[in-house]
């Protein structure tokens, strides 16, 4: 317990500091890190990385998803998809004889995904109004899906008695689900309130947020992040492994720690193009 809560202190650290050069190509670089470590748990995982080559085209494609601005990325991102298609059968084809195309197909399904979910925090910042509601965005998609995690586990080591998915996560329990829906949405709401005061009286920037857009958001949000965490929870059983790495003592590896944010990144995104938050 006290080494995954010094983890999660010293993860905390990294997170807003990264924040603090928001407006800065720390925030791509980062973002592309994040990018590669994930990738490389994957394939570690999944067998993928038995073929260097192909491991390495999807670590060249996918973090460079993330590091260039959206509108060079939007200009050139057909063109360089068509390319990265073309480099992914080529492979299969010349290691045909030690590809399977279910390990191509892995590669190119994850490399997909995850670019395109870690690319959300790009958007955040190059499409908001302004830093502060890039910064928002940015900690409502991760306060989703980390409070969720946090209200799920003390729920369920203090509440929990129904297996929510006994095969696919054993310690998992619906007691745990509907607390950590429940701790996310008073969470959210008071972060929220707080960051709002913090944005009106340090930086003079006044937010206005729609709460009734929250209200709904929230809990979907939650629920998505619980998603994402049995989906690769799943991936792991299905291949034999209890974490996807040990980068982060007491919680695994990078992928253990973010697969909820990667499926609450590109639906907040989403969300708020349709219906703005603020």
């Not at 908001?128 to 928002?136: K, L, Q, R």
């Not at 009286?201 to 947020?209: E, N």
Request: aromatic share 16%; proline share 3%; net charge positive.
């Amino acid at each position: 317990m006290k080494q995954r809560v010094a983890t999660a202190v010293i993860g905390l650290m990294i997170f807003f500091f990264v924040l603090a050069f928001y407006s800065t190509p720390f925030l791509n670089v980062s973002a592309a890190a994040i990018v590669f470590l994930a990738l490389y748990e994957m394939f570690q995982v999944t067998g993928v990385w038995k073929n260097k080559l192909l491991s390495a085209v999807c670590f060249i494609f996918g973090c460079s998803c993330v590091l260039f601005g959206v509108s060079l990325r939007d200009r050139w991102l057909g063109y360089w998809t068509a390319v990265f298609v073309l480099a992914v059968f080529c492979i299969l084809l010349f290691y045909h004889e030690t590809l399977s195309y279910a390990k191509a197909a892995t590669a190119f399904a994850a490399t997909a995904a995850i670019s395109y979910a870690v690319g959300a925090l790009i958007q955040f910042r190059e499409t908001s109004e302004n830093t502060a509601v890039g910064i928002y965005y940015t900690l409502l998609a991760f306060g989703l899906a980390w409070l969720t995690d946090t209200g799920a586990y003390l729920f369920g080591i203090t509440l929990g008695r129904h297996k929510l998915a006994p095969k696919i996560s054993p310690k998992k329990t619906v007691e745990g689900a509907v607390g950590g829906v429940g701790f996310c949405i008073a969470a959210v709401w008071l972060l929220t309130l707080f960051y709002q005061w913090i944005c009106g009286s340090v930086w003079q920037i006044q937010l206005q947020i729609n709460y009734v857009l929250l209200l709904f958001l929230t809990p979907v949000g939650s629920l998505l992040s619980m998603l994402g965490d049995l989906s690769a929870s799943l991936i792991k059983r299905q291949c034999g492994v209890k974490d996807y790495g040990s980068l982060m003592p007491g919680h695994g590896g990078i992928m253990d720690r973010f697969d909820s944010v990667f499926f609450v990144l590109p639906f907040l995104y989403l969300f708020i193009r349709l219906f703005p938050v603020i």
